[in-house]
């Protein structure tokens, strides 16, 4: 079966520090990736995603980054946090069969940027 | 553009009641539906789909009809419990080779006791 993990789970940063969240998916190849952010009370918002080792599609302008260095290994960094920068991250990964692309959803890093 | 518009909430519940949570789209070609679950602090999980118009997806109680004429993949639930209280989210694929999903803002469902 597949299986999706993050870390770190939590994680307190001063602004200006760097920022590198991971992401691995077992039990499946070639998966497309995603990283969404979900600030405090708001809904999903897709950062990044990936449909191959070194490709990356960036959804919105900031100051964060993505990288795929192999086929099962998500990284979000970015080399000096911002306040807004905190929210709750999830990394989710495409299953399903050609008809729907339901995506699947790791427990998510929970980042404070103080 | 392809959206999802979800009902405002927060909605709170006693045990046992009838819960509706509704949801239209915008979207060009036939999409998929979804509705996913976000218990607190955790991941989203899927909770039910649908893959084409009149299509009913079903789980745990949870049931949505994919409405074509209306555009909407309403949720609802005969009876909530208390473990039932979560964030839920109502979604649509935006295919073409992507393979995004584009989600509503979610719905915060409490469930008192």
């Known amino acids: 079966s597949q299986t999706i993990h993050q870390w770190p789970a939590t994680l307190v940063q001063p602004v200006g520090s760097p920022l590198s969240l991971e992401c691995t998916v077992e039990g499946t190849s070639n998966p497309n990736l995603y990283w969404y952010r979900q600030a405090a009370g708001r809904g999903l918002q897709l950062l990044f995603y990936?449909?191959?080792?070194?490709?990356i599609s960036s959804e919105v302008p900031q100051n964060l980054s993505a990288s795929r260095p192999q086929d099962r290994q998500f990284i979000l960094s970015s080399k000096k946090l911002l306040l807004s920068d905190s929210g709750f991250y999830l990394c989710?990964?495409?299953?399903?069969?050609?008809?729907?692309?339901?995506?699947?959803f790791g427990p998510g890093t929970r980042l404070t940027v103080t | 553009g392809n959206s999802v518009t979800q009902m405002e909430g927060p909605v709170t519940l006693s045990e046992e009641a009838f819960l509706t949570i509704n949801c239209t789209y915008t979207?060009?070609?036939?999409?998929?539906l979804f509705w996913y679950v976000q218990y607190p602090g955790e991941g989203l999980q899927l909770l039910l789909k649908?893959?084409?118009?009149?299509d009913k997806g079903s789980n745990k109680g949870f049931e949505a009809t994919y409405r074509k004429e209306t555009t909407s993949f309403h949720l609802e639930k005969g009876s909530v419990q208390v473990s039932d209280s979560a964030v839920y989210f109502c979604a649509l694929d935006t295919q073409g080779g992507s393979e995004k999903l584009v989600f509503g803002k979610g719905t915060k469902l409490t469930v008192n006791p």
């Open positions: 990936s449909v191959g080792i070194g490709q």
């Open positions: 979207a060009t070609g036939y999409p998929s």
């Open positions: 649908a893959t084409k118009a009149d």
């Open positions: 989710a990964w495409t299953g399903g069969d050609r008809n729907s692309y339901e995506q699947y």
